[in-house]
């Protein structure tokens, strides 16, 4: 029997009603996505070829406030570190890849502007996940059009979270 996208949503209350640290929790979510990443049937209802880039709403819970999005990120685009603020997010790719980059701060957070070095760079490939708690600061580069579901706390665009300003911030080559 597939894993439908109720299953998912009911799998991810259950574990996000737990008790366990919130790494925890998110990764477990994780787990459970990679099951509908693969299933043709989810896959067939929520992505066709030739579909504009952008986002689309899945589902929300309203009593925990999350998330399940459907991106359909366009090739070539790459974007800048940002975290998520005091939620957090899910990356799963459906089809292609997505090029994931993890940064640290190296300056103390009491300065204006952020110094970040790189500490990580990795491939989401279909199927894969990977879940990102508050506050980790991370980019996305999508080399051709890919599709992607993504899963979040919150409606990410109604919280204060941080985002790479160039005139602000700096980057350091080769950390």
Same mark, same amino acid.
Request: net charge negative; glycine share 8%; with cysteine.
């Given at each position: 029997?597939?894993?439908?996208?109720?299953?998912?949503?009911?799998?991810?209350? =259950?574990?996000?009603?737990?008790?366990?640290?919130?790494?925890?929790?998110?990764?477990?979510?994780?787990?459970?996505?990679?099951?509908?990443?693969?299933?043709? $049937?989810?896959?067939?209802?929520?992505? =066709?070829?030739?579909?504009?880039?952008?986002?689309?709403?899945?589902?929300?819970?309203?009593?925990?406030?999350?998330?399940?999005?459907?991106?359909?990120?366009?090739?070539?685009?790459?974007?800048?570190?940002?975290?998520?603020?005091?939620?957090?997010?899910?990356?799963?790719?459906?089809?292609?890849?997505?090029?994931?980059?993890?940064?640290?701060?190296?300056?103390?957070?009491?300065?204006?502007?952020?110094?970040?070095?790189?500490?990580?760079?990795?491939?989401?490939?279909?199927?894969? =996940?990977?879940?990102?708690?508050?506050?980790?600061?991370?980019? =996305?580069?999508?080399?051709?059009?890919?599709?992607?579901?993504?899963?979040?706390?919150? $409606?990410?665009?109604?919280?204060?979270?941080?985002?790479?300003?160039?005139?602000?911030?700096?980057?350091?080559?080769?950390?």
């Amino acid at each position: 029997m597939a894993y439908a996208l109720e299953d998912f949503c009911q799998d991810s209350r =259950t574990i996000l009603m737990s008790d366990a640290p919130i790494q925890n929790r998110i990764d477990k979510v994780a787990d459970k996505l990679k099951g509908l990443l693969t299933d043709p $049937d989810f896959v067939a209802a929520t992505f =066709t070829e030739g579909m504009p880039a952008g986002k689309r709403e899945l589902y929300h819970d309203p009593d925990l406030d999350f998330y399940v999005l459907a991106h359909v990120q366009e090739g070539g685009k790459r974007g800048t570190p940002h975290s998520h603020g005091a939620s957090w997010a899910i990356y799963g790719n459906v089809n292609d890849f997505t090029r994931m980059r993890e940064y640290r701060r190296v300056n103390p957070e009491s300065e204006e502007g952020a110094v970040l070095a790189q500490s990580a760079e990795y491939d989401l490939r279909r199927g894969d =996940t990977k879940g990102y708690g508050p506050g980790y600061i991370h980019s =996305t580069e999508h080399p051709q059009t890919c599709w992607v579901i993504r899963v979040t706390g919150t $409606d990410l665009d109604k919280i204060e979270r941080y985002r790479f300003r160039k005139l602000r911030d700096r980057l350091l080559e080769n950390a």
